[in-house]
């Protein structure tokens, strides 16, 4: 049985073909023995506490709990009823009467939880070496750091261990540890996993995370655990719509190559250099954008305000146990003691104008593209110099829970040294569906195994373009397609790609005069006597919809378009007295064919008010 695949896919593919859940729980330790690797769990679960708990999910029904029968393993800081919570800090030990508020929904889904994973001791660390347990060895070279926080979750999925493991993420603790051992790691909008249940390490923005061995299980997990809890103050509603089809051309902001930071390390270069080649071929538009204010709003997340929270979450416990807690930890969150209030505050202050001063820069992408870390280290390098090695770790992740944003980190390649290769893409917070739609498409791309498995990729499966809600669908034509000027305006209504489509041949296209973005108008004519024009179907909530159109200013107005595929729906016409001084470019099927080909000389003839 050690042959089983535990990508949710094959798993469940596997149960639906008569095998057993305890099968699957012999191969679980089967593995946790074949890896010999202390360092990976601080807590194990049972044989026969699993089985009870397979017992109790019943008849395989992957409808009803779409995580039947999946093992999984959770960050020891996150508690589960029964087990002891350490955070890696045997003196910290507390038994908890029920599971973490994550735990219970994952749980409620039909996943098996193993055992507590070990971390840098109180979440505080990238690398994984930080504990007072043996140090988990990277599951694709062990002269590596496994990287941290959450260094067992990583190398348990690594290992074909569990099909999923949960960590917590405040600096990167769920991007950097995927990336060094070949796995995804979805680091969701802060608060839209619930943190009741969780050991704070910096309160205002710890998120719980995912580690998986593909972005489709990854997101699976995700949409079974999200959900607003009222029993956590940072929690909010964050939309996990199924993973449906990307908008066909993304705008994806990249470090601009003068701010691009990897510390001599020329094979992280060109593996960077790489994934964005691959993704320029997936159809993006990459845009430089200058990085200086995102590395210093990383520089923040260790001076000041959030040393002093992470200070705050455990002061009763170090005051009075500091001689229990690794050395390298204690003195980060004891320098604390040496702040002020007003120190407190000058670091908030400092986030805000940063957050004023880059809302603008994320809102003019899509999303963003960035490697998951700027080298690798090994562990006698981090041991050597614990404190410089950790910071360099952090330079592309330290500033995305500051600045409110979402991420997937996910393996790319590998380098020319043989080295696991990732990137992570990030996003506005609440767009975690789209980085991880276009994340699928590069991780398949890469044609890599999984993790330390040699499983290869799975065929990704179909995404879901049929949608059963009330969100009503919107064709555009122009400058509010995707990769368009205006795309952020539907964005940022949470407007969904839908599907790319043509209209019926009966209409023409024409590049409007005196508009301050360039933009088309759509006329409806004679059955048969137009063109086929292409367009997008987004769709948009009744409220955002409505909020949409009152935006919409004239000429241009809604009414009804037909689609060649048998459908209408609203969408964008223009008036008729709209058309004056107006070009017709019906011929170029489209307002993208039409910026592409000709749009700059043509639309320099189109006059301006």
Request: net charge negative; hydrophobic share 45%.
């Amino acid at each position: 049985m050690s042959d089983i695949r535990f990508d949710i896919g094959s798993l469940h593919a596997a149960y639906a073909s008569g095998m057993s859940v305890a099968a699957v729980i012999e191969t679980v330790l089967q593995r946790v023995a074949e890896a010999d690797d202390p360092g990976i769990f601080i807590h194990l679960t049972s044989k026969a506490e699993m089985l009870a708990e397979a017992e109790a999910l019943g008849g395989f029904d992957p409808v009803a709990k779409p995580l039947w029968g999946v093992p999984f393993a959770v960050k020891d800081n996150i508690d589960v009823a029964g087990m002891p919570t350490t955070a890696a800090c045997a003196e910290y030990a507390y038994l908890p009467a029920k599971d973490a508020t994550v735990v219970a929904r994952l749980r409620a889904a039909g996943a098996l939880v193993v055992g507590k994973t070990n971390l840098d001791q109180f979440a505080t660390g990238l690398v994984g070496v930080r504990t007072p347990y043996p140090i988990p060895r990277n599951a694709v070279d062990p002269k590596l750091v496994p990287g941290g926080s959450s260094s067992g979750s990583a190398v348990a999925t690594a290992r074909g261990i569990v099909s999923f493991a949960l960590g917590t993420d405040t600096a990167g603790s769920g991007r950097i540890p995927a990336g060094l051992n070949n796995i995804v790691g979805l680091k969701p909008t802060v608060g839209a996993l619930s943190a009741v249940g969780v050991v704070p390490a910096c309160r205002t923005l710890d998120c719980v995370s995912v580690f998986a061995l593909t972005v489709d299980d990854a997101y699976s997990v995700f949409r079974a655990a999200a959900a607003k809890d009222d029993a956590d103050p940072y929690s909010r509603f964050t939309a996990a719509p199924p993973l449906g089809p990307r908008p066909p051309v993304l705008s994806v902001g990249v470090p601009a190559k003068t701010d691009r930071e990897f510390f001599g390390d020329a094979a992280m270069q060109a593996g960077f250099e790489a994934a964005l080649r691959t993704l320029e071929k997936l159809g993006c538009r990459l845009v430089e954008i200058p990085f200086g204010d995102f590395y210093a709003t990383a520089n923040l997340l260790y001076e000041g305000a959030w040393v002093a929270e992470r200070y705050a979450a455990i002061a009763d416990f170090m005051d009075a146990n500091e001689a229990a807690m690794h050395p390298v930890t204690r003195t980060i969150i004891g320098g604390a003691r040496k702040l002020s209030a007003a120190d407190a505050f000058n670091g908030l202050y400092a986030l805000q104008a940063y957050k004023v001063r880059l809302a603008p820069v994320i809102a003019s992408v899509d999303l963003f593209c960035v490697p998951t870390a700027p080298t690798h280290y090994t562990i006698g390098a981090v041991l050597a110099d614990p404190i410089v090695t950790n910071s360099r770790l952090g330079t592309y992740t330290n500033f995305v829970n500051l600045l409110d944003m979402c991420g997937i980190a996910i393996p790319t390649g590998k380098r020319d040294d043989g080295l696991p290769m990732s990137v992570t893409l990030l996003a506005a917070a609440g767009r975690d569906a789209l980085t991880a739609s276009l994340a699928s498409e590069l991780h398949a791309a890469s044609g890599l195994g999984l993790g330390a498995t040699g499983w290869a990729m799975p065929a990704s499966p179909a995404k879901i373009s049929d949608f059963d809600d009330d969100m009503i669908e919107i064709v555009v034509v122009g400058a509010h397609l995707s990769g368009m000027p205006l795309n952020g305006q539907l964005c940022a209504l949470g407007g969904r790609m839908s599907r790319a489509a043509k209209t019926v041949a009966s209409y023409q296209l024409y590049a409007l005069a005196g508009q301050s973005v360039p933009k088309p108008g759509l006329v409806r004519v004679a059955d048969g006597e137009g063109a086929a024009i292409d367009v997008e179907v987004w769709r948009l909530s009744p409220d955002a919809f409505g909020r949409f159109v009152a935006a919409i200013p004239p000429p241009l107005g809604i009414g009804t378009i037909e689609l060649d595929e048998g459908t209408s729906a609203k969408g964008f016409l223009v008036e008729t007295a709209g058309l004056s001084r107006a070009i017709d470019i019906s011929a170029y099927g489209g307002w993208r064919s039409f910026i592409a080909k000709a749009g700059g000389e043509r639309l320099e003839s189109v006059p301006a008010d």
